[in-house]
């Protein structure tokens, strides 16, 4: 099997804030893909555990029970990284909110697919909107936990605490990887765009597409490209098997975040603040108040206003994909200044005071 693996991060981002994570190994002929949710909090550690262990291992197969061995493992990576930002004299409010997140038990969210090879058979689970697409030459089959026809923004998910459960059940999967035929393991973006371009009948040019990439530069152009013909704004993971008739997994290219991560970083900023950029944060002048100096970290009201603008477009778009038949009815107008005002005063209540 001739394996190729690419991942890239948002429009505007860097690699440091991607979320997703893949895995290939040859030794244990295992692959897989974990889409960390944006709604959860450190979720990338998250992404890699899942992945890291799958891929580390002949057996292991993740469910609701087998995970949880894991959740300690999670938080003992997050307690380390948090002792990581003292020992660099990382921002104070950076730390704070880190060990507020893990005293309140707050945890992480991700989605999931992997597989491993015996010959030419493969088998494997998926859980969520990250997804196995099976290709024939002619037509191709989805393989997610969910139902394909309702792609949403809150997807099936393993999560990182012992004391809850997810979403969703875990799906086993197998299949055979017959001569001239591909499998794609990819996170959302490409799921539902690949999907609609299948109804649409016409997906055999995209997949010809995903045939000729060979380098990072390629994804990116296509990525690129496919967001301007209506692809989602999201962390983007693609892994390509395909039958060379040969039962090794021999990886002829596989983009590596780690370094994509430390190649974008300038000089001037540490490896925490690359790591937990504190995108749209900023330290606004002191100000005295008892005799102590109290500094206040605010939204920027230009990078709230873009947030909130932002939200409601993605709110508005949720909503026509989510009631196609009502949206017509529904007076999003009516909520719209709601939502705003709850937003906005969302900010201003996490806005972080430290002394």
Same mark, same amino acid.
């Given at each position: 099997? $001739? $394996?190729?693996?690419?991942?890239?991060?948002?429009?505007?981002?860097?690699?440091?804030? /991607?979320?997703?994570?893949?895995?290939?190994?040859?030794?244990?002929?295992?692959?897989?893909?974990?889409?960390?949710?944006?709604?959860?909090?450190?979720?990338?550690?998250?992404?890699?555990?899942?992945?890291?262990?799958?891929?580390?291992?002949? &057996?292991?197969?993740?469910?609701? &029970?087998?995970?949880?061995?894991?959740?300690?493992? %999670?938080?003992?990576?997050?307690?380390?990284?948090?002792?990581?930002?003292?020992?660099?004299?990382?921002? +104070?409010?950076?730390?704070?909110?880190? &060990? *507020?997140?893990?005293?309140?038990?707050?945890?992480?969210?991700?989605?999931?697919?992997?597989? *491993?090879? /015996?010959?030419?058979? %493969?088998?494997?689970?998926?859980?969520?909107?990250? #997804?196995?697409?099976?290709?024939?030459?002619?037509?191709?089959?989805?393989?997610?936990?969910?139902?394909?026809?309702?792609?949403?923004?809150?997807?099936?998910?393993?999560?990182?605490?012992?004391?809850?459960?997810?979403?969703?059940?875990?799906?086993?999967?197998?299949?055979?990887?017959?001569?001239?035929?591909?499998?794609?393991?990819?996170?959302?973006?490409?799921?539902?765009?690949?999907?609609?371009?299948?109804?649409?009948?016409?997906?055999?040019?995209?997949?010809?597409?995903?045939?000729?990439?060979?380098?990072?530069?390629?994804?990116?152009?296509?990525? /690129?490209?496919? *967001?301007? =013909?209506?692809?989602?704004?999201?962390?983007?993971?693609?892994?390509?098997?395909?039958?060379?008739?040969? =039962?090794?997994?021999?990886?002829?290219?596989?983009?590596?975040?780690? @370094?994509?991560?430390?190649?974008?970083?300038?000089?001037?900023?540490?490896?925490?603040?690359?790591? +937990? @950029?504190?995108?749209?944060?900023?330290?606004?002048?002191?100000?005295?108040?008892?005799?102590?100096?109290?500094?206040?970290?605010?939204?920027?009201?230009?990078?709230?206003?873009?947030?909130?603008?932002?939200?409601?477009?993605?709110?508005? *778009? #949720?909503?026509?994909?989510?009631?196609?038949?009502?949206?017509?009815?529904?007076?999003?107008? %009516?909520?719209?200044?709601?939502?705003?005002?709850?937003?906005?005063?969302?900010?201003?209540?996490?806005?972080?005071?430290?002394?």
């Amino acid at each position: 099997m $001739i $394996i190729r693996a690419f991942i890239t991060h948002k429009q505007a981002e860097l690699f440091a804030d /991607c979320q997703d994570r893949f895995g290939v190994n040859p030794d244990t002929k295992s692959i897989a893909v974990s889409d960390g949710m944006g709604s959860t909090w450190q979720q990338k550690i998250w992404a890699q555990l899942l992945v890291d262990t799958y891929t580390g291992s002949n &057996e292991w197969t993740p469910t609701i &029970e087998s995970i949880k061995p894991l959740c300690q493992t %999670w938080r003992d990576r997050v307690t380390d990284f948090i002792q990581k930002l003292k020992d660099s004299n990382a921002p +104070e409010n950076m730390i704070y909110r880190n &060990e *507020r997140n893990l005293s309140e038990g707050r945890s992480a969210g991700a989605t999931f697919v992997g597989i *491993r090879f /015996c010959g030419y058979e %493969w088998s494997g689970s998926v859980l969520g909107d990250s #997804c196995l697409i099976e290709w024939d030459g002619k037509s191709a089959v989805f393989h997610t936990s969910q139902d394909v026809e309702a792609f949403d923004s809150y997807p099936d998910y393993f999560d990182s605490a012992t004391s809850k459960d997810g979403k969703g059940t875990p799906k086993s999967i197998k299949g055979v990887l017959g001569k001239g035929e591909s499998l794609f393991l990819v996170s959302d973006p490409f799921s539902e765009f690949l999907l609609e371009h299948s109804k649409q009948e016409d997906i055999v040019n995209y997949v010809q597409q995903l045939w000729s990439l060979s380098s990072h530069k390629d994804f990116e152009t296509l990525v /690129c490209e496919w *967001r301007k =013909e209506g692809m989602h704004n999201d962390d983007t993971t693609l892994v390509i098997v395909e039958n060379d008739n040969s =039962e090794i997994l021999t990886v002829t290219y596989t983009d590596d975040i780690i @370094k994509m991560i430390e190649k974008e970083k300038s000089p001037q900023i540490s490896d925490i603040e690359t790591a +937990e @950029k504190e995108s749209s944060f900023q330290e606004s002048p002191s100000k005295e108040e008892g005799g102590d100096v109290v500094n206040f970290i605010v939204v920027p009201n230009d990078e709230k206003k873009q947030f909130i603008n932002e939200f409601i477009a993605e709110y508005q *778009r #949720c909503l026509q994909k989510g009631f196609p038949k009502y949206m017509d009815k529904l007076k999003f107008k %009516w909520t719209q200044k709601a939502t705003e005002e709850a937003l906005d005063l969302m900010f201003e209540k996490y806005s972080i005071i430290h002394k």
